[in-house]
């Protein structure tokens, strides 16, 4: 280019198709770096623009960016011819002299005598003149408002860094926080730890008195054993004397009556006369019968001796047998009192250890507490900090916009004074705290949204299914997204259960300009007043304050028809009853922004109450809050009720418009977008806790219609395989593989008209709902005195009563983060196991008849 064109003359020497391709290679450059609000007044002094060109490219509404602008002024000049292109140049050395060189490869020269001559000299000098002079009014201009920026700048400088030195006093409050919950799960779990020590501790106690009764029993039967010995003993020594007695008298009297060979001869001769002369044939035979008798008598005497001298010996030797097992019994004796003194004194030291551990708990309770309830006013603090801040911006926009006013102003001298507010940058909208008012930024409390200015004019001219012409605002962006037809040809609403989309989450939507006209048409005429129709499940109790409100209970389903209910301060709702998707009682909700207001006021009412007196609540109360925290950098399904059509999300924000309160990235939920599911097949059953499901479904499995759903083993090719296909339930380790329950297994279950009994966790409930299985859970509410009905049943699972405890306090805080409603039993709605068992056969059976309803 600079070979073709070395001096000025040469380009007037030049043909028309030459330079304007000169242009065209560089048209690029030219529409991103040229203002046409400054080459105007030469271009119409050159005569190659008139007023109306002029006005068409500066202010035409068609034109939304400058870049358009500079193309539209190239295709105008082009048809000017030659004189247009040479004009253009010209002018691109008072403004864009680095432009100029990139076109001509000249250096732009401000030689009057080298320009064209398509204007006259003093005309010239006269618009380089007022130019110049334009220039530095608008360079002073901008000066002031630069120092004026510069300087609040400074002060939201200060306010940030007052803001983060608080935020740093926060995160060192949650360190601490997170600390201290440290140290009371570890004393926790040596709490436990000691339980159980004196647990066993008390085992062996309890084993130690029963051994000790036992000795005591056998030690008291031994003596009494042995008295009966000590008695059976002196009627045997009486017995043996009295014998020797009679065995010396006998021999006495034997030795006495012994006589000589003449006194014994004397006698025979005696007794032979006697014989002879005084005892007859019968009373010889009666005196030989006495002696018969007294012989035997004598010898059973004897015999008898013989064996009370046996017994004796044989009570001698079993009383010192007795009398060693007193002495072992004894010596056991004391050391089994010893034991039992140590063990009791073990006892007393663990249990004032444990009276100490529960104060040092009680105080880390208090304390946590107390640090919570700091948290909550310093975030108070906070956001009446970020408050001030936009408040503080709030101030700037309306700065800019006395500056826009002022400009507007100007708008009536002539000259480029005009373009002087065209440059200035559109004020921001002002963003709502992230915390309360997360799920709309850009909308505020009263329903308005601030606009730039020249956004009206920069909307489509033609109205569609994608745009809210000829609708209030806020309620064009419910027909918006309200009306769009599925590939089957049904019409739904974007909120409504009957727009699902595939297990990946692709919906593939098509415009129903039909169903939009009818709406357009439907609104004009007063028929319709809105076109919201979404599903919410709420997640805080709502009173009834005034009249026409609804009261509303946690865990309600609400069919949301107007979000712009008394120009948006409200919702206008319909009770949903559990057997259908129809619509109840109706009234009045607060909006998004009120109910999350409420939300936080709720929690905080509830963690001081809590901290001014710790009670346990009661099992089966009205629950006042369900907590659910949302991604904010993902977008909301309830978008639609505040976005009005305002955002396009086509374009892409600037990094450096996001604001610097955006470091917190969750936020709580007060509703939450729902969708409706009728299954037609006998629904999985899953209980909460799952030690008492254990036992339920054991009695369960015995009837008709319930069966316990396996879990398979898997090979680790097999196990691959079901994960690719995403038939994977649930899933625990085992040696060379995996045993899983999968969703074939439910769905054979579920085939054989039979409910399948899941023993699986909470977090599984996702898993399911993704394969379009939505199983009803059954929460018993589980106290000490309820524990106690389990004991025998516990003992069998080899499980305690404070174990059970423990699992029911966990999963029932599970239950907030399930993704449906579940049913639950009371502790005074059964007595025994089969009253139990009774109520959930029921609640299975009420439960398949409800609509399912799913986030």
């Known amino acids: 280019m600079a070979e073709l064109c070395r001096t000025d003359s040469s380009l007037t020497a030049l043909e028309e198709e030459m330079l304007w391709e000169m242009m065209e290679d560089h048209r690029c450059r030219i529409v991103r770096s040229i203002c046409p609000s400054r080459l105007t007044p030469y271009l119409r002094q050159a005569k190659v623009l ?36 040479i004009a253009f140049l010209e002018s691109l050395k008072f403004h864009n002299p680095d432009v100029y060189t990139l076109v001509t490869g000249l250096q732009p020269s401000m030689d009057f005598t080298n320009f064209s001559g398509l204007m006259e000299t003093s005309k010239l000098t006269e618009c380089l003149a007022g130019a110049i002079g334009s220039l530095q009014e608008e360079l002073s201009q901008e000066k002031g408002q630069k120092e004026a920026l510069l300087r609040q700048c400074q002060q939201l400088q200060e306010h940030l860094g007052q803001a983060e030195a608080r935020a740093e006093g926060l995160r060192q409050l949650e360190a601490d926080h997170s600390r201290m919950k440290r140290e009371v799960s570890a004393h926790f779990h040596e709490v436990l730890k000691l339980k159980d020590e004196m647990l066993s501790l008390s085992l062996h106690y309890s084993n130690a008195l029963q051994e000790k009764d036992l000795a005591a029993t056998r030690c008291r039967g031994l003596q009494e054993e042995l008295y009966l010995m000590k008695q059976e003993l002196q009627r045997e020594k009486m017995s043996s004397s009295c014998e020797r007695e009679f065995r010396e008298r006998s021999l006495k009297m034997t030795n006495d009556l012994e006589p000589g060979d003449e006194e014994l001869s004397r006698l025979k001769e005696e007794n032979e006369k006697l014989r002879s002369l005084t005892f007859s044939l019968a009373e010889k035979d009666i005196l030989e019968q006495n002696l018969d008798e007294a012989l035997e008598s004598r010898q059973e005497l004897v015999n008898r001796i013989h064996s009370l001298r046996e017994q004796a010996m044989a009570a001698e030797r079993q009383r010192k047998q007795y009398w060693e097992e007193k002495e072992q019994t004894l010596l056991q ?68 916009q006395q500056v826009q006013r002022l400009q507007a102003q100007a708008e009536s001298l002539p000259g480029p004074k005009q373009e002087a507010g065209a440059r200035e940058p559109c004020p921001k909208r002002k963003q709502q705290l992230v915390r309360m008012f997360a799920l709309c930024p850009w909308d505020d409390s009263d329903g308005s949204s601030s606009e730039c200015p020249g956004e009206a004019e920069a909307s489509p001219q033609d109205p569609g299914p994608g745009h809210g012409a000829g609708l209030p605002r806020g309620r064009a962006a419910g027909a918006d997204k309200r009306y769009w037809r599925e590939p089957h040809g049904h019409l739904h609403s974007s909120g409504h259960p009957g727009l699902r989309g595939r297990r990946d989450g692709v919906v593939p939507r098509h415009p129903d300009y039909d169903g939009y006209k009818k709406l357009v048409q439907d609104l004009k005429a007063k028929v ?173 499995c015995l009837l008709q219609g319930y069966k316990k759903c396996p879990a398979a083993y898997l090979s680790q090719e097999e196990y691959d395989a079901s994960s690719q296909r995403g038939d994977i339930i649930q899933q625990r380790e085992a040696s060379g593989g995996r045993y899983c329950v999968t969703c074939s297994a439910v769905e054979s279950l579920m085939g054989k008209n039979t409910h399948a009994l899941l023993d699986v966790q909470l977090d599984s409930v996702r898993v399911l709902h993704k394969m379009e299985i939505f199983p009803i859970i059954i929460y018993i509410s589980i106290n000490e005195k309820v524990a106690k009905k389990f004991k025998k049943a516990l003992q069998q699972l080899g499980t305690t009563e404070d174990q059970l405890l423990e699992a029911a306090r966990q999963e029932e805080g599970e239950l907030d983060k399930v993704p449906c409603l579940y049913s639950s039993l009371a502790p005074d709605s059964w007595s025994d196991l089969h009253a139990l068992l009774g109520c959930v056969r029921l609640a299975i059976a009420d439960e398949q008849k409800k609509v399912v309803w799913t986030e």
């Open 50 to 85: 008139d007023q109306l060109d002029e006005e068409e490219v500066l202010h035409s509404p068609r034109f939304t960016n400058t870049a358009m602008r500079v193309g539209h002024l190239l295709d105008l000049l082009k048809t000017r011819g030659k004189n247009g292109a």
């Open 528 to 700: 319709a007043t809105s076109g919201d129709s979404f599903y919410i499940r709420v997640n805080l109790a709502l009173e009834r304050r005034a009249e026409g409100e609804l009261q509303v209970h946690c865990n309600d389903i609400l069919h949301v028809t107007d979000t712009l209910f008394q120009g948006g301060s409200c919702w206008h709702a319909h009770r949903v009853g559990p057997y259908s998707t129809k619509g109840t009682e109706q009234g009045t909700i607060p909006n998004y922004a009120q109910a999350q207001q409420l939300l936080i006021a709720l929690i905080q009412d509830m963690a001081h109450r809590s901290t001014m007196a710790r009670k346990q609540p009661s099992v089966g109360g009205q629950k006042l809050v369900r907590i659910v925290s949302m991604d904010r950098t993902k977008a909301s399904p309830l978008w639609s009720s505040f976005d009005g059509g305002q955002s396009d999300p086509s374009q892409v924000e600037d990094p450096s418009t996001v604001c610097f309160w955006a470091e917190s990235y969750f936020t709580l939920v007060p509703y939450t977008l729902v969708h409706s599911h009728r299954p037609s097949r006998p629904r999985p059953v899953l209980f909460v806790p799952r030690v008492v499901g254990k036992i339920l479904m054991e009695k369960l």
């Open 333 to 400: 004796f004391q050391k089994t009192k010893v034991d039992c003194e140590i063990y009791k004194e073990k006892m007393n030291v663990l249990q004032s250890q444990v009276v100490e551990l529960q104060k040092e708990r009680d105080q880390a309770y208090s304390a946590r507490d107390g640090s919570q309830l700091e948290m909550s006013q310093n975030l108070a603090e906070k956001d009446a900090l970020r408050r001030k801040v936009f408040e503080l911006t709030d101030q700037v926009c309306e700065l800019r």
